[in-house]
Every structure is written in structure tokens, then in C-alpha cells.
């Protein structure tokens, strides 16, 4: 059975997305942390980059808040915009799936994109009948002044050595979509807390 950091059982044997049978990840880790030497990161130094993730997810949320006021649009108006930004013109139904809002509330969502100037719906070449959501110029020169935020904040934090970092981060951010996508996430509704 496979095990995560905290030794709660993963549901019914299965193994998170991008995990072998013998639970190692696409990057050779496996849920407990052990790497493919068979070494394990000291339990104090695992727990605590895992309190720094959260405390960067957190941190990343309150700059997206100031940047959601700063435009005068909401937080998931915002994740909607980078969606936009990182994957190009979709549907209101894409777009919902991917910012978890229910598909009727994104019209609304859109709405206010489209009012606020950093979006508008285009039809879709060959289907007059569906529409795509896309930034707008403004929506663009939004998105790369929220970056600037985030681009201030990386050189500080990173100093020279960014191609290391982008690496890690590129790294982490795969390991935590797979981990998104699994069927098998610790900590679900089956375990006692």
C-alpha cells in the first residue's frame, strides 16, 4: 500500500497520476518522499517545504487579490484572465472546467471580463454558433502589469539563480497537477482528521 507524508493510506491501493505500481512519480520520488536511491528527505525538512508551498499559495492568493481590486474585477475573474492568458481563446465551458466555476456562472464571469474591457467573445472559425473567450489588448497590458508583481518578487527571492528555480517550479507545479487529476488524493473524505 501506498502511503503519503503523513502515513494516511491512499484510497483502495491506487496509485496519484504520474505514479508507477511501486508509487514512484514521473520524477522517480514516491508519496513518502523517497527518492530513486531509495533516500528520504529528513521528516523536519519535508514538512517544513511543504509549509513554505503553502505559505507561497497563500501569498500567491493575496497577490491575486490586489490585483483582482487593482482592476476592479473579482479573484476568479482574474484566474479566468490567466487561463485565457496561458492556454489562448476557449469556450465558456473550458474555461469553467478550468477555474471550477459551474459553466452557468461563467457567462457571468465573462461579462464582466467583456464590461471591464480585458476580454470579449470571438465565434469560433467554422461554427458561428460557439464562441471563444480571448484577452483584448487591454486584457494583455492587465496581465503583464500582474506579472511585473510576480517578476519583482522572483528576482528578490531567486537572485542569479533563476534557471534553477523555474526549473523547480516547473517540477513542482507538474507533480501538484498530476496531483489534481489523481483519483487517489490523501486526506479525502475517507480519512479520519
Same mark, same amino acid.
Given at each position: 500500500?501506498?502511503?503519503? %507524508?503523513?502515513?494516511?493510506?491512499?484510497?483502495?491501493?491506487?496509485?496519484?497520476?504520474g505514479a508507477t505500481s511501486d508509487g514512484a512519480t514521473s520524477n522517480g520520488a514516491t508519496p513518502n518522499g523517497a527518492t530513486p536511491n531509495g533516500a528520504t528527505p529528513d521528516g523536519a525538512a519535508l514538512d517544513a517545504a511543504t509549509a513554505a508551498l503553502r505559505r507561497l499559495v497563500l501569498s500567491a492568493h493575496e497577490l491575486?487579490?490586489?490585483w483582482a481590486a487593482?482592476?476592479?474585477?473579482?479573484? %476568479?475573474?482574474?484566474?479566468?484572465?490567466?487561463?485565457?492568458?496561458?492556454a489562448g481563446p476557449m469556450s465558456a465551458c473550458e474555461l469553467a472546467r478550468r477555474t471550477g466555476v459551474a459553466t452557468s456562472s461563467m +457567462? +457571468?464571469?465573462?461579462?464582466?471580463?467583456?464590461h471591464a474591457g480585458l476580454a470579449e467573445r470571438t465565434s469560433v472559425s467554422g461554427d458561428r454558433r460557439s464562441?471563444?473567450?480571448?484577452? %483584448?489588448?487591454?486584457?494583455?497590458?492587465?496581465?503583464?502589469?500582474?506579472?511585473l508583481w510576480a517578476r519583482t518578487a522572483m528576482l528578490a527571492a531567486?537572485?542569479?539563480?533563476?534557471?534553477?528555480? %523555474?526549473?523547480?517550479?516547473?517540477a513542482l507545479s507538474d507533480a501538484l497537477r498530476g496531483a489534481a487529476t489523481s483519483d487517489a488524493l490523501p486526506g479525502g473524505p475517507d480519512v479520519a482528521g
Open positions: 500500500m501506498i502511503t503519503d %507524508t503523513n502515513h494516511q493510506m491512499v484510497a483502495n491501493g491506487a496509485v496519484p497520476n491575486r487579490q490586489r487593482s482592476l476592479g474585477i473579482g479573484v %476568479t475573474d482574474t484566474l479566468a484572465l490567466s487561463h485565457v492568458a496561458e +457567462t +457571468t464571469v465573462m461579462d464582466r471580463l467583456e464562441l471563444a473567450i480571448m484577452l %483584448t489588448p487591454r486584457g494583455r497590458s492587465a496581465l503583464d502589469r500582474g506579472g531567486s537572485g542569479d539563480d533563476l534557471e534553477m528555480v %523555474t526549473r523547480k517550479l516547473d
